[in-house]
Every structure is written in structure tokens, then in C-alpha cells.
């Protein structure tokens, strides 16, 4: 497939970074990651958002305008023919002097990455079996609310969960409340209302999460942001996690425990993925081109 490298297309074996690069070094970098159905990337406009917050707090600079990257985005579905998958943007700072200071590493990399949708065994819905990790969550973190190229908690936390056969691996914060997976917001059910953690708990609030709070909301079902114990989260009448790469997941055990199963949890599904049909419809003839020339 092609890749984006610094406003350059290029097929993603050629498209290579420096040794000296500070996201291969320190993980020095923010990313975000896209879905994209009917060949249109899903909410981009909260995607950018996160990203320039990101990279703001960072004191990272977009090299391009915004206008400029989402065109980038266009053209990398357009050329990769990508009706369904993800693409990932990554900015990192690039490269500079040995060491942490980041003076002299004024040239930022820019990459854009697609992904094809990986489809479940048999065409089925994914359904979750998560681990609790040993890996902790500091809160307030305030990196906690972006995602930067350091993610070496969820790695770790990932690698217990598929050492014990599970999806993901399930993150406490510090004082045993419940935060997040290593790539989804956790939500549960309770009498009827929809409950998620809140961000101020350490979390990575994502766009997929805010899809599933405006949907509830549309549809009359009561929310709320709390914290949750771990025993808590085992008895309520539903779990489901939410990720921009499969959108509304239901989990169906816990450390080895089933869960009880919601209709709500279908329902809020469905309701997502009628917002990605209805929001990514196409409304005419595809664009002409406007990203510039690799």
C-alpha cells in the first residue's frame, strides 16, 4: 500500500525514517488514528481536534495546514482504493541533538499510514474477553489525554492479556478504579442508563466514546461519567467497549468471569453504525484531487 512520508506518496516499504528520528527515539509524538467507511474518513473534524490539542500541548507544529492534510488524507484513500479500514497520522518531532532537549529538531516528520479493515473469523461481531492488567493508570495524568507515541503501559498490558488468551487488558487506576482497555473506553449498563469513566480518571477520551454519549443522548437513554470498581463493573447488566477501529464492541468476559449481556448494548451498535452510513454517505461525485504532488 502507499504511504504518506512528509507530503510525499510513497509505497510503504520506501517510506522510511531517520535512526535519529525523536519518535523512534523517545517516542517524541502524537498520532491519530481514523476510521474510514465508503472511503471517507469518520469525523475528522474530532479527530484533527485531538491531534492539534496533542501537539499544541506537545509544542509539536503541523508542518501543512489543515486543509492541506486532510487532502492528504483523500488522496491516500483515493489511491489505496480504501473503501473500509483506518488510516493513522503520526507527527513526531524529528530529528534532532542527542538527548532529551528538543532544540534543534525543528523539522517535524509527518506520516499517514492506511490500514484495510481486518474482519472477525466468519464474518462475525467481534465480542471481548478482557484481562485485568498489573499495569497501573496515574491519575491526573495530563499526557493521559492525548495520544503520544509512548504507549509502552498499554504494550505491557497488552502482552498479559494475549499471554492469557484474552482481547485486551483491562487498566485500573491507582486506586483500583476501573480507566480503560489498552485501545477502547470502557462503558457499562445499569437499570436502563449508560455509564462511562470520566477522563479526569485518566483516560483517553475518544471520538468513538463521544459518538456513543451524542447517540445516547438522540435516543433518550440516560448517561453519565463515574467511577467503577472492578467488582462493580463484573455485576453490571452490560459492559461494551468502544474503539475508532471496530466502533461499538460488547464485552462478554472478565478475568475469566461471563458477563451479563444488554440489549442495549445491540442497540447502541446499530445506532453507531448508522452514524458512520449516514455521516460518510456519499452526496455527489467524488473530488478532483488537491493534495499536492508526491
Not at 498490558?157 to 494475549?162: G, K, M, P, Q, V
Not at 485501545?183 to 442508563?193: D, I, K, P, R
Not at 463493573?233 to 444488554?262: H, M, N, Y
Amino acid at each position: 500500500m502507499i504511504a504518506l512520508l512528509n507530503g510525499r506518496f510513497l509505497p510503504q516499504e520506501q517510506a522510511l525514517i531517520s535512526v535519529l528520528d525523536r519518535g523512534f527515539l523517545y517516542g517524541d509524538g502524537v498520532f491519530e488514528t481514523i476510521r474510514v467507511h465508503a472511503a471517507h474518513p469518520f469525523r475528522w473534524g474530532q479527530h484533527l481536534e485531538k491531534l492539534l490539542r496533542g501537539a499544541a500541548f506537545l509544542r509539536l507544529r503541523l508542518p501543512c495546514t489543515a486543509e492541506q492534510l486532510r487532502a492528504f488524507a483523500d488522496e491516500l484513500i483515493r489511491i489505496n482504493r480504501l473503501s473500509q479500514g483506518l488510516i493513522r497520522v503520526t507527527l513526531s518531532r524529528g530529528v534532532g541533538q542527542r538527548g532529551y532537549s528538543p532544540q534543534g529538531a525543528n523539522t517535524p516528520t509527518l506520516v499517514m499510514v492506511p490500514f484495510p479493515e481486518v474482519s472477525a473469523a466468519g464474518g462475525t461481531r467481534p465480542r471481548w474477553r478482557l484481562r485485568t492488567s498489573t499495569c497501573r493508570v496515574a491519575a491526573p495524568d495530563p499526557l493521559a489525554g492525548f495520544k503520544t507515541s509512548n504507549k509502552l503501559r498499554q504494550v505491557l498490558a497488552r502482552a498479559e492479556a494475549e499471554d492469557s488468551g484474552a482481547d485486551d487488558g483491562l487498566l485500573l487506576t491507582a486506586e483500583g478504579h476501573v480507566a480503560e482497555t489498552t485501545s477502547a473506553n470502557v462503558f457499562w449498563v445499569v437499570n436502563g442508563a449508560v455509564s462511562t469513566v470520566p477522563s479526569s480518571a485518566g483516560v483517553l477520551p475518544g471520538v468513538t466514546r463521544a459518538a456513543v454519549l451524542e447517540l445516547c443522548s438522540a435516543l433518550g437513554i440516560p448517561t453519565s461519567e463515574d467511577l467503577i470498581t472492578l467488582e462493580a463493573l463484573r455485576e453490571a447488566d452490560g459492559v461494551f467497549v468502544t474503539l475508532a477501529s471496530l466502533g461499538v464492541v460488547e464485552v462478554v468476559e472478565l478475568d475469566g468471569q461471563p458477563l451479563r449481556q444488554s440489549p442495549l448494548t445491540t442497540q447502541m451498535r446499530q445506532a453507531y453504525e448508522a452514524a458512520l452510513e449516514r455521516e460518510c454517505r456519499p452526496t455527489g461525485p467524488p473530488a478532483p484531487s488537491t493534495a499536492p504532488p508526491g
